[in-house]
Each structure stands twice: as C-alpha cells, then as structure tokens.
C-alpha cells in the first residue's frame, strides 16, 4: 500500500437543512482502483466537488496529493485528471483544440492525435463538438482528463452515455492508467463494470461512507451469497442502511 492520494476526515457539506456529505473519512491510496458508488443523491459529486475545491466544506478536512484543494490548487490540478459529472464544451472548437487547450494548460506534451485514438474519436478530431454525440462528449471528455499523465484520475460517472464499446474503451484505460501508476478514483452507477475495474469500492448512503471493502468482502458482508452481483450486494448494504436509519429516526 502506498500513500494516499485522496483523504477526507470528518469532511461535511450541509445545504441548508440537507446534509449531502456527513462526517466522511476516506483514504485512496496512490496504488488502487476505486469505486465509489451510491443511490442518487448520496453525496458523490458533492464529494468530488469538495476534492477537487469546486465546493468548499462546511467542516472537516480534505487532502489531495498530499496538499490541500484551496492552497495548492494549481499543482495539484497539475497533477490529476479530472472529469466531473458537468462540463462545457466550447462550441465551433474541434475535438483537437479542446485537448490543445488542456495540454497548453497544463503544459504537457501530449499528442492529440493519440489521446482521441485512446477514446475511440481518432476520425473526429477536426470535427466541431456542437456536432457531437453524447457519448462523443463523453469520450472528449475523458481524453481531456487523461493529459499530463495524472498521478490520480477523478471520474465522476465516467460510463454515462456510452455505448458497449465505450464502456470498454473506458474500463481498459482505467486498468492501463493505474498500470502506469496512476491511482483512480471514480463514482459509478453503472455496477456491472464496477467489479471488472475496482480493486475496492465504498458505498455512500446519505453523506455516510455505510460500507467499503472488496467486492468480495461487501459480499461476505452481507447474506446474499457468494455468487451475489455488486447491483444484490449494493442493494442489500443499502436498504439495510435505509431500514437502520428508519429504525433509529422511529426511536426518537
Ligand atoms: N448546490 C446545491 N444546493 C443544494 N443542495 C444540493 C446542492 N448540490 C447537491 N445538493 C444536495 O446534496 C445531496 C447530494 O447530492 P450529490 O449530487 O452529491 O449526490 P450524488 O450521489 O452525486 O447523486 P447522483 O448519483 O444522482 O448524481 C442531494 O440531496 C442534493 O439535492
């Protein structure tokens, strides 16, 4: 196990009377695949948001690459890739000019070309994005994401709009990344894949991280089986989750 890249402690975010992240500790180290999953609503994205200082905690304390999101923004969005759950794209640019943008950003060296073959989009390079599928999109966005061989990748729903193939492409690039070295930490509804690409996942419910582990360990964890699915396991942690909250909310 290496050092973490990702560490919250205590991190809270309230909207008002909405908690959407409660008392969070987390740890991804710099070595793992992770998979951070939840219902809608759960708080994933406000948790991405607080990583990657586009939402500022209302307590509690996160640390990215060893700094902190505010004070060193610069090199740590440097050193990591992100692609967040919205993004805008630059209508009349072209696929090669939103990767130029990033690499001159970040002063990498990139080959654009290369990163487009990565995703799939090598025939679309000169082609302006205002002509661009979803899952075109998504693809751009991801190649984006890639520049500058990031020590850690951030993807927030990074499946969404793809077809087979895309998801594919996706699941390969995050194997080749943390081969590289990098560590990838990314949310996902989509929790077939989640087991193919996760060396571990943690289940948020309500702001609270309720279980994390292997696949394999939230298995035995629950009663659904050996041979149970992540979508069996994933259901089971979070309606005993949802019974355990109704209970206490009852008791009081
Ligand atoms: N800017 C905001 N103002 C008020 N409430 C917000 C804001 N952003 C998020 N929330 C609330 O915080 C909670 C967590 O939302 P968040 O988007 O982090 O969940 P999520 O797990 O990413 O959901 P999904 O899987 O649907 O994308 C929700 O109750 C949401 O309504």
Request: aromatic letters at 4%.
């Amino acid at each position: 196990m290496t050092d973490a890249v990702i560490e919250t402690e205590g991190l809270t975010k309230r909207y008002g009377s909405t908690v959407a992240v409660d008392d969070l500790d987390l740890t991804v180290t710099g070595d793992e695949i992770y998979g951070f999953l939840g219902p809608n609503g759960a708080g994933k994205s406000t948790t991405i948001g607080m990583v990657m200082d586009y939402v500022r905690p209302t307590a509690g304390r996160v640390r990215v690459l060893d700094g902190d999101p505010r004070a060193d923004a610069v090199e740590i969005h440097d050193r990591l890739g992100i692609l967040p759950d919205r993004y805008d794209l630059y209508d009349g640019h072209t696929a090669r000019q939103h990767l130029d943008f990033v690499i001159d950003t970040k002063r990498a060296s990139d080959a654009p070309e290369q990163l487009l073959a990565r995703v799939g989009l090598d025939d679309s390079s000169d082609q302006a994005v205002d002509t661009f599928s979803q899952g075109m999109e998504q693809r751009l966005a991801l190649a984006m994401a890639l520049v500058g061989d990031p020590e850690l990748l951030v993807l927030d729903e990074p499946f969404t709009g793809l077809d087979p193939h895309g998801v594919r492409t996706v699941r390969e690039i995050v194997h080749e990344e943390n081969d590289r070295g990098a560590a990838v930490f990314f949310s996902s509804h989509v929790l077939g894949q989640v087991e193919l690409v996760c060396d571990r996942v943690g289940i948020l419910h309500h702001g609270r991280l309720v279980a994390q582990g292997t696949v394999d360990e939230l298995r035995e964890r629950t009663d659904v089986g050996g041979d149970a699915s992540v979508e069996e396991v994933f259901v089971s942690i979070t309606d005993e989750t949802a019974a355990t909250d109704g209970r206490a909310t009852e008791g009081r």
